[in-house]
């Protein structure tokens, strides 16, 4: 497509079944597609289907890829990810996961967050020297995470809020609100654990950079 | 500074005495700043205190721009700012008044909203042939252009919701959750009213382009 | 009854006993009843107690219809129904199968939702050649398909919200907001999830076409 | 246009000059306008700009219609519409104007609610055997008197919840909650004091009637 | 005590070890305890440690009393328990079980909710003739009968919203809503499910009838 | 009527003209009527209309009384009315003035709340030994004192929650919540600011006790 | 009293009488009394009517201080009062200046918000380095600072989330679900706004340093 | 640390083989961890990764203390713990436990909640005579009772609201909201269910006393 943003379905609350019919049809039509929230259950089927043939299960994600495209995207630029937790990782490997489809290059840097700043110094050090264009930063609780990077470089930021928390907030709407609120410009969010619009935009952020040349 | 993201105060609750008194000690030390939900008292206080050299007041905008720069950033990319009605253009103005502080050229496309869906046509293929970098998409009430928009290009669309409407989600909610919600990858999302940020990570990814260069 | 619409019961967080206990009075009052919500057990219990004539166990809509009355409607008009996703199937399938209970013909057309507008073109194109006299589109997360159509068709639109979709406006409060925001005059909405009522509010919209001969 | 619905803008939070450029534009190519939730000084301007030929000030509504169409439908059909207070007056007659100026004849039931539902049988019981298409009940508070119309008519009814009421389910909340939650199958809703899509969306039907002669 | 309403547990979320404990403390101290919430498991541990003398398990009330009191109290005075529907039955029995240990006679009238207002007027012409000194009526989804009921008689009405719903208002806060915001005056209400307030209230006014004689 | 509930209306958002209308019709059917949140315009239009005799306007309550019936309910029974602040007195007086007009005693002992819960004491031993039939509590921000007040009484509390508070909990839904999440049995609620309802119903209980002798 | 708190009374929606009522009664039984929320009215009364020995009026905390005491504590302790941005200083002042009465000295450090985060360091080394037994800090909008500080420090972090902020979490709510959310240990919060019980907290920890002594 | 507050990761949602990673990690850089949320399973995988030595499962916190330090803290004060109900001994007992690892002595007071206010005396007696620095009160429902305990004591009150309770205010947010409206100064909060925070806040307070030694 003119985006290049992969045709994604959503597996919870749909049968094995129902997947790998649509997997099927996409597969055969474009070339690829992308499952969010897959199970292992999902997996089996669809390759029972379809063959294993280009078909990558990204467990950490909860993705499922299938690409038999002949050319593939790549090099189309580089991107970091930073989760505040560990529990916020699935979630960044989803967005982690669609950039590199689109041909990105990912930095990762996990766990780093706010109750030790000086732990996401070194991994932001290092994207930015690498001229990361975007930062994808993922975190649950009070999602300040997100805040303080986009006050620390000049590209744009995309916060993802998960949907780890209890209490007044619980369920990401807490991470959400601050991340929101924030009084620091160049911090754009998408929806609580919605990892693989932030992956897809951020590949278009990165790959303007590389069109351009 | 590193972004070039000008610096922003927010005049609502602030006294117009004490607006100049912060615009005094940026301007001498950064050479610029920019008021937000400025008022007429705000702008008169500020030319009564430092004069009107580089100061501009765009009133649709609700902003003071106070620009004393030596070497103004120009020519750093073409964005889009579209709005659904003719309410939302203050918010709007908002953005492109940012990005264009920022040095972007900014095509604007105003109350093209999605009771004609047809309408939204012509100021897109415009931005597209211009080869804007992001595409800035205001609405309030029911909040769904800038989904449609996120379907029909291949740039990041990012999403400003605005307080117009009533009812269950009045105050923009309603328009922010369906943005929130979109199933459209490539849209990203601000705080509702929150043109500010809008205009400067558009401007911050305009500028990638450019700088690869 | 005056309105001809059948009474239901909601099987929900009742016991397959008290279920059929309620089916059999009402069958043998009324002639006929419609189970929402119901389990397979419900159905195992109902054909135990009163056989399986005029028995019908719609499983997508997860219906349960008894149907034993001499003369049933039919020919009483013609409706559509569209959903924007394949997870909004079943509360379509309630929708239809209380229209067409109530003597209506009902024309489908599915996951055709906003991800390509174009999509769904050609069912509506088709709806307005049949002369529906009411469309219904069921939609989750953003919800903005009715709105769309609302916009295309000279007929009431009813729009379902369902409660797919996670994060700010999970639980349908995202689809069902956005579509009460709707600017789209014409559309009407029932409660997330509430297939029954839209099924029976389109079947009465369609007879009045009839009616009126 | 295909549905007949007038263009409607909505005043709030438009100057009086932004409302009359547009009702100007809009009347020199349709031949009319709605102006909800009008002010005086709407009015005012709009008469100052284009004289006040065909132009109607209905102030109970806030409503202007401006009609210089030289067919103006009519007998289009017939529709009731109830409130179940004297408050909920403004929004009822936002809805009957529209219905009337797309045609139909209104028969109104005011001030009929809950505290003493046999106040409600006598309109009631006028506009069955007049035939009415559909019935609007307008109700703020709890809002529960659409519900017991809907278990008394044969026929489509479309509950219009007001912002009336305090407390918890305060601005309309509460009312829209009921009627959503109703029982009632054969009951739509509209946003809360959206009188205006109920009034277009009861003509849609009631011309449906008409059109099938 | 002063009050005569027993002393409660809530079950739910101790286990049936600790329920028992609490249960042998308070009997040998005050004769009596009510035990809301309760499990088989609870029930089974009961009468395991201290015999079942006493003990009486209402299992659609999902309460188990123990009453070892020498002189129970009797005759203390009639009130009137009804429900919409038949899901709001356990909440009910939870009501009219406290009430009857607290000497109450309990007229009950079962799932005669607002789809046929008529059905009411039966079992509250009963409950009128029979004096009671209060009604109980419980309700979920809309919520509406404790309305109507307080229209129709001249004493106190307990409303007992039911998380019964779903949809906007799901989990009985539209029903919550809807009697807090009922115009009806004479109507009061309890929590949620609390069934067990309700009827320790009611009692209260149908002893204070006696106490006055 | 049945009840003595003398009938009521809610004069916020009405203009004086409409308010003196439904005064002047309902006290020529009925004698009586009573006026709530009435500012000094309405009672002006009121005494020019319909002159002063029986008219009383109680402007701590913002309420005015007509009453030309020949034979006033009196004795009917003896209600205690407590509030925590000075803010909430405007509610408990217009609770007071409503059951005093259906014929009972009122003790009033206000500002005795939870900052010092030995002010409580004094005033509800009174109340107690004048064998108050019930206990109307008026109480915002936190909103305990009710639930202090059903523990230390053996008759039935009415809660009254006042939109006195700000921060989490505004407007009066902390008070409300806590008056609902409260353990202490016989403590039932009336929505925020609703004096009276809280009035009314006090008086149907004290009545039961008069009448039963 | 014990806790050597001010007795405070709130005076939003209180008029002047009432509130010099209360201070005359309160300031001759305890010498002292705090006026929160305090008008230019409210001083005017007060020194009208009590004169103006002991009478403070700190403007920009809103409050009216009369403290007659003979012996006035001091040297109780010492805290540190932050806020993030310039509207947050009228809260953090309603926090020092109760903590003033209660004679501990307060260390300021206004408007070294998150948009900087070594704009806070230096205030933050003083007060560590003069020995706080506390920190206060007040924030709105996203309301991250508080949990930036407790992650600094080793003495117990209060915040006060102010209700500057639009959009979703608007009104503090978004601030307030930041803090509670927060991850840092050692944190604490009060309601939005809530300077007062803030400031009489700090005051309580700072003397327990000094009367262990 | 600076603040002596062990490092504590929440185990749920998490694997114990991540649990158990982190605790291995932690341990060999700091000698000693806290782990929230403990399931049997984590603390089996623990004790198969490490060993027993100075591992503690505190299960009714479910929390496992992890301490291998030589100079553990001891004597650094004293705080008392108080809990409403039976219900909220868990969250309780979580705090205490934090505390005691922290060097505190806890002095419990358990299940003394306000229907019967009485019960509270005694183990405040103790704690004000044993001289607490800090009283926690952990209370879920209309978690009234650390506004009580404010009231009477002249230390800090830390209120921790638990999510138990259901209807409006379910989950802990009833409760948080009470304590957050309450007029009691010295009362701070924690979010719902966050035992370790206010127990480690806590010890902090208690510290202060001794350190100034
Ligand atoms: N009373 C009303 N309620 C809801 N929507 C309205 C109302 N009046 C006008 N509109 C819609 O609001 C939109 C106009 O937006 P704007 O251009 O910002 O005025 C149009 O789509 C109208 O159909
Ligand atoms: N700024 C404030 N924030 C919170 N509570 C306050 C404030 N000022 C006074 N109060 C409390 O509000 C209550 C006064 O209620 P009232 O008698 O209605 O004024 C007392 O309990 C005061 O302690
Ligand atoms: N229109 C705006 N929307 C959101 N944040 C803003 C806006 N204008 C200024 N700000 C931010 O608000 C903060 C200023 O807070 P204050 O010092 O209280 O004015 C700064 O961090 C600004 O970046
Ligand atoms: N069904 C119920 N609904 C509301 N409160 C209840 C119920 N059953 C018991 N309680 C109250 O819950 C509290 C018991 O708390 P706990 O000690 O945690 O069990 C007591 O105050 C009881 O009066
Ligand atoms: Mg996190
Ligand atoms: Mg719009
Ligand atoms: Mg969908
Ligand atoms: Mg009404
Ligand atoms: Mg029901
Ligand atoms: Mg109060
Ligand atoms: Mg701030
Ligand atoms: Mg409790």
Known sequence: ??????????????????????????????????????????????????????????????????????????????????????????????????????????????????????RVLEPLKTMISEDVACVIVVAGMEGALPSVVAGMVGVPVIGVPTSVGYGLGAGGIGALTTMLQSCAPGLVVVNIDNGFNAGATAALIARMRKSSL
Chains 1, 2, 3, 4, 5, 6, 7, 8 share one sequence.
């Open 1 to 118: 497509s003119r985006s290049g943003i992969p045709e994604v379905i959503y597996a919870e609350g749909k049968t094995p079944r129902k997947v790998s019919d649509i997997v099927e049809r996409v597969v055969s039509q474009k070339g690829m597609i992308a499952v969010s929230r897959a199970s292992e259950a999902d997996h089996a089927e669809i390759i029972h289907r379809i063959g294993t043939e280009g078909v990558v299960h990204n467990r950490e994600a909860r993705m499922i890829i299938v690409d038999r495209r002949k050319d593939k995207p790549s090099n189309v630029g580089r991107i970091g990810v930073l989760t505040a937790g560990t529990s916020d990782i699935p979630i960044a490997e989803e967005a982690a996961c669609v950039a590199e489809i689109m041909g990105c290059d990912v930095i990762r840097g996990y766990d780093v967050g706010v109750a030790g700043i000086h």
